[in-house]
T-cell receptor, first 110, second 116 residues
Framework: QKEVEQNSGPLSVPEGAIASLNCTYS??????FFWYRQYSGKSPELIMF????GDKEDGRFTAQLNKASQYVSLLIRDSQPSDSATYLC??????????FGSGTKLNVKP | DVKVTQSSRYLVKRTGEKVFLECVQD?????MFWYRQDPGLGLRLIYF???????EKGDIPEGYSVSREKKERFSLILESASTNQTSMYLC???????????????FGPGTRLTVT
């Protein structure tokens, strides 16, 4: 069984702060890593992906991957109330099949 | 824009009924997926298909079957619905990921199924 672990939260941060979301995975053969955002009652939407060690930045979002330690994280800078959602981490092992974590709920307080 | 549609947003069925959930994508994607999402358990893969008439079991295929007769359409079938199949069902589609590590999945709006 491929394990993808996330802290369920909720993670509460004040508006303007940095939100840090973490994900660990069990299989060293993991190839690509994705962060999805899911608003309540809606379907997941992709924020960003990463597949090389290091950092990848896209606007206010930064994904960090450390394959040696088997974790991937998402940093959200200048958090906004509109960022309040559940964030899902997903990993792939053969580029076709995704395994999802159970998600971390983020609350950004005005 | 990629569009993935699902036949119903809400569905209520009785125990023992046969239930069909349909998913249609308009992007000519090879891969299509069915997940169920339950609180605290995240998204769990039921079945996926990487080509017409091809299917592969996911992590929780028991009690479900699928059909893919056309590339754009992927159906999930509950042969005899049970109360433990009450859940949110999400369909997704995507390009074949082979040699393309950056590919993503696009999700439909979901079907909330209640089995009474």
């Amino acid at each position: 069984q491929k394990e993808v672990e996330q802290n369920s939260g909720p993670l509460s941060v004040p508006e303007g702060a940095i939100a840090s979301l973490n994900c660990t995975y069990s299989d060293r053969g993991s190839q690509s890593f994705f962060w999805y955002r899911q608003y309540s009652g809606k379907s997941p939407e992709l924020i960003m992906f990463i597949y090389s060690n290091g950092d990848k930045e896209d606007g206010r979002f930064t994904a960090q991957l450390n394959k040696a330690s088997q974790y991937v994280s998402l940093l959200i800078r200048d958090s906004q109330p509109s960022d309040s959602a559940t964030y899902l981490c997903a990993v792939t092992y053969n580029f076709n099949k995704f395994y999802f974590g159970s998600g971390t709920k983020l609350n950004v307080k005005p | 824009d990629v569009k993935v549609t699902q036949s119903s947003r809400y569905l209520v069925k009785r125990t023992g009924e046969k239930v069909f959930l349909e998913c249609v994508q308009d992007m000519d994607h090879e891969n299509m997926f069915w997940y169920r999402q339950d609180p605290g358990l995240g998204l769990r893969l039921i079945y996926f298909s990487y080509d017409v008439k091809m299917k592969e079991k996911g992590d929780i295929p028991e009690g479900y079957s699928v059909s893919r007769e056309k590339k754009e359409r992927f159906s999930l079938i509950l042969e005899s619905a049970s109360t433990n199949q009450t859940s949110m069902y999400l369909c997704a589609s995507g390009d074949s990921g082979t040699l393309k590590p950056s590919y993503e999945q696009y999700f439909g709006p979901g079907t909330r199924l209640t089995v009474t």
